[in-house]
């Protein structure tokens, strides 16, 4: 594997469900992040990890928790999520934070999200 | 209220034409733009990026235009092709900031006709 990868590609669950979507890296980044694609809407920034250290929480809402084990992998769990939740959930992955912010970020495929 | 704005949802351009793929944005501490390209089923790809400092760069066929005074860039694709059809998004960032964090636009869906 190369680059960013995403699993599961698609995922459909209840509102009652706790699902797991897992990204990881073979680039040999430091920083990865989770972005939100509503329809009709811009790619939006959730949550930053550097170094597995979260730096950024876009104000996204406790039923979604990441988790960052080690620079090469970035969780989202999921769990009691809103039909409104439903979206393209993209990872993606820098060389680091101290380049001043203008470090390159290469994204996964994505995870296309639906909450019945 | 959207910071990055891409006014085009589509654009359609014949092969071996000069594409122009536009951009505008409200924060005048933005320093840092970059244009994504994204292929359905794919993630978006970085394609070409300017620092505030400059007003033109050049990739190939891929030059990147800004106009600090105007709040707007461009993205010139000449001569376009049809492998370049996909979806453009512009992003923006405070290249001081700590987290990297990007603001994206609503991207423009290009088709290049053969």
């Known amino acids: 594997e190369t680059g960013v990868t995403q699993t599961p590609r698609h995922l459909v669950m209840g509102m009652t469900n706790k699902k797991s979507l897992k990204c990881e890296q073979h680039?040999?980044?430091?920083?990865m992040y989770w972005y939100k694609q509503s329809a009709k809407k811009p790619l939006e920034l959730m949550f930053v990890?550097?170094?597995?250290?979260?730096?950024e929480n876009n104000s996204v809402p406790s039923r979604f928790s990441p988790e960052c084990p080690n620079s090469s992998h970035l969780f989202l769990h999921l769990h009691t999520l809103q039909p409104e939740d439903s979206a393209l959930y993209l990872c993606?992955?820098?060389?680091?934070?101290?380049?001043?912010?203008?470090?390159?970020?290469?994204f996964g495929p994505g995870t296309r999200l639906t909450v019945l | 209220d959207q910071q990055v704005k891409q006014n085009s949802p589509s654009l359609s351009v014949q092969e071996g034409r000069i594409s122009i793929l536009n951009c505008d944005y409200t924060n005048s501490m933005f320093d840092y733009f970059l244009w994504y390209k994204k292929y359905p089923a794919e993630g978006p790809t970085f394609l070409i990026s300017?620092?505030?400092?400059?007003d033109k760069n050049e990739d190939g066929r891929f030059t990147v235009f800004l106009n600090k005074s105007a709040k707007h860039l461009s993205l010139h694709i000449v001569p376009s092709q049809p492998g370049d059809s996909a979806v453009y998004f512009c992003?923006?960032?405070?290249?001081?900031?700590?987290?990297?964090?990007?603001?994206f636009g609503t991207g423009t869906l290009l088709a290049v006709q053969p």
């Open positions: 300017i620092s505030s400092i400059k």
């Open positions: 680039l040999g980044h430091n920083a």
């Open positions: 993606a992955s820098s060389q680091d934070l101290t380049s001043g912010g203008t470090d390159t970020q290469y």
């Open positions: 992003a923006a960032s405070e290249g001081g900031g700590a987290t990297n964090k990007l603001i």
């Open positions: 990890y550097n170094f597995k250290e979260q730096t």
